[in-house]
């Protein structure tokens, strides 16, 4: 009940709609009392008193309000599936904008698949509810109600007999409802469990097809496949048997109504035309009845799609989004103070780490995969939060400020580029919303992008592909250092930023590079050594633990961890190590 209440809270925003489909609705259901009134007429006054001049006028009124009220129905169902669509669109922008402010280790555990399950198909089930379960609900009780009076009014003793299998039926259906509820969310699970399934098999296609694996992805896919066919099974095998069952029990009901008729008619308690008009209306009296089948499966998994979406939408914000201290600028003064942090209840990501970089300095991370050079970035981005020690920027504590601003103070760039399928000139502005096509261009150069941009057809409204599909890697790499550069941050994160490069466009993007770390702190992640020498600190770290800092020249002269990197890294390179 509390899910359908908050379902029902959001018709609330569309008070005008909701409240004149209901006045269609109770319309629609008035007028369905014409076609037993006027048998009653036709049977009681035309034939009995031989008026034959009144037929074609109650024909007429009975024609007259049956289009009427298909009329008024036509009505209801466009601003049914109008106020449907609003809601939709409603629920899944308020969905999509919790999921933007959700911190980045609530999708660590929660697939990409699901949760687009969630939004394209959970939202429209939940919505049904209103549609196709209140309102048809509402109209089905106010039809029950109003044919029930009608029914009272004429004979009340041929009513009870009537709505004898009522309570049989409330008792089977209440039933069946309970005991579907969680066959309902198994199959809604699994269905989300395939699409899952789908997502990841789509997304590394490539990885499938070259390690030959299409078999045993088939495979995995037609269980999950199976899965969804046997949860939906065991609901419609339940509805095979509790549905006739139903039926029966209503259509029964006509039998003993009309014995029980022809019985008062035979005793001079009912005229003839009662009884007739009684046979006309139990239609519609227990037409209600007969889509309880269909309501009951609305119900049931619209409430389970809307405990699906409402958990997401219940899930705690990202703490500080955006509250917290906005300072009117950075200057780049970072501080690691013994900070720990673990992804985990094992051994701890970053052990004790105490680390500084001043403003307009190049910090360079280096050590074996694993080591937790990209997690340093990812508290400085407070993508997560340290579990011990504090990190300070420009002296304040960088728990005490908004993430939001923060962000907005950084450059990052990933080891993995990203491009949205959309013109390279939107996928640069996502730094500079308002950044002109002259400035882009200049981060293009900067980048050594332009070259390759330019040579495009549509140059930058050029599409960039699903995922930048159109660039290799390491044209995409180069955009987002592009992307980075346009955005001019006081503070510059690069994680393996020049990898996917060759060593000339690895050479120019440097030099871009090192113009710009003059007046920004800059924090970089390289396997490739060569990319690190010129920093003014280099950071040495084993399992999370900073074991030597200094710069290249007096690493080298440490002959340490560093100086063996080194000499492992350089064996075959000729340019000089010191």
């Not at 290799?472 to 994160?493: F, H, M, T, W, Y």
């Not at 490069?501 to 060569?530: G, K, M, P, Y």
């Not at 961890?561 to 340019?575: G, M, W």
Request: charged letters at 20%; hydrophobic letters at 45%; aromatic letters at 8%.
């Amino acid at each position: 009940m509390a899910i359908l209440l908050r379902i029902l809270r959001h018709t609330f925003r569309f008070p005008m709609q909701s409240m004149l489909s209901l006045l269609m609705a109770v319309a629609c259901t008035v007028l369905v009392l014409v076609l037993p009134g006027i048998t009653m007429q036709f049977i009681d006054v035309i034939i009995a008193k031989n008026r034959p001049d009144l037929i074609i006028p109650t024909a007429a009124v009975g024609i007259g309000a049956i289009l009427l009220r298909q009329a008024i129905f036509t009505l209801r169902t466009y601003y049914n599936n109008s106020l449907e669509l609003k809601l939709t669109h409603l629920i899944r922008v308020e969905l999509y904008d919790k999921l933007q402010r959700l911190p980045v280790k609530w999708f660590d555990s929660n697939s990409s698949g699901e949760i687009m399950s969630r939004v394209a198909n959970d939202v429209p089930t939940t919505n049904r509810v209103i549609i196709e379960g209140v309102d048809q609900a509402i109209a089905a009780v106010l039809q029950f109600l109003i044919v029930m009076g009608y029914m009272f009014w004429h004979s009340w003793q041929l009513t009870l007999v009537t709505l004898i299998p009522l309570p049989f039926i409330a008792v089977l259906t209440t039933w069946w409802s309970r005991r579907s509820e969680p066959m309902w969310r198994e199959s809604s699970e699994a269905s989300s469990a395939l699409n899952a399934i789908l997502h990841d098999n789509l997304s590394g296609i490539r990885q499938i097809k070259a390690y030959t694996v299409e078999p045993q992805a088939l495979e995995t896919f037609d269980k999950a496949s199976r899965k969804v066919g046997e949860k939906t099974m065991n609901v419609m095998r339940g509805q095979a048997l509790v549905w006739p069952g139903v039926s029966f029990i209503a259509e029964s009901g006509i039998i003993l109504m009309v014995a029980f008729g022809a019985w008062s008619v035979l005793q001079g308690h009912l005229e003839q035309g009662v009884v007739v008009s009684f046979v006309v209306a139990w239609g519609f009296l227990f037409d209600p009845i007969s889509r309880i089948n269909t309501l009951s499966q609305t119900f049931t998994r619209g409430i389970v799609s809307a405990e699906r979406v409402f958990k997401i939408i219940d899930t705690p914000d990202e703490a500080n989004l955006t509250e917290g201290l906005r300072p009117d600028h950075m200057t780049g003064h970072v501080r690691f103070e013994n900070v720990s942090f673990s992804y985990s209840d094992e051994a701890p990501t970053i052990n004790n780490l105490t680390l500084e970089a001043l403003p307009g300095q190049t910090i360079a991370l280096v050590g074996a995969t694993g080591a937790g050079k990209s997690t340093i970035l990812n508290l400085l981005t407070r993508f997560y939060e340290p579990t011990g020690g504090r990190i300070l920027i420009d002296g304040i504590p960088l728990d005490g400020v908004s993430k939001e601003w923060l962000r907005d103070q950084l450059g990052y760039v990933t080891q993995e580029s990203f491009l949205f399928n959309t013109t390279l000139r939107e996928n640069l502005q996502l730094a500079r919303h308002d950044a002109t096509d002259e400035e882009i261009w200049a981060a293009l150069e900067a980048a050594n992008a332009a070259t390759f941009v330019r040579a495009s057809p549509d140059g930058l409204d050029t599409i960039a592909g699903e995922r930048g599909s159109r660039f290799s890697g390491g044209e995409k790499q180069r955009l987002s250092i592009a992307r980075a550069l346009l955005k001019n941050p006081p503070l510059l994160l690069l994680d393996e930023a020049t990898s996917a490069l060759d060593n000339h466009t690895e050479h120019l993007v440097q030099e871009a590079l090192e113009n710009l770390r003059s007046d920004r702190t800059c924090f970089v992640i390289a396997h490739r050594l060569s990319t690190v020498q010129k920093a003014d600190r280099i950071c040495v770290l084993h399992h999370g633990k900073l074991i030597e800092q200094g710069t290249h020249k007096e690493l080298i002269a440490l002959a340490g961890s560093y100086a063996k990197l080194c000499e492992v890294t350089f064996a075959n390179d000729p340019r000089p190590v010191g």
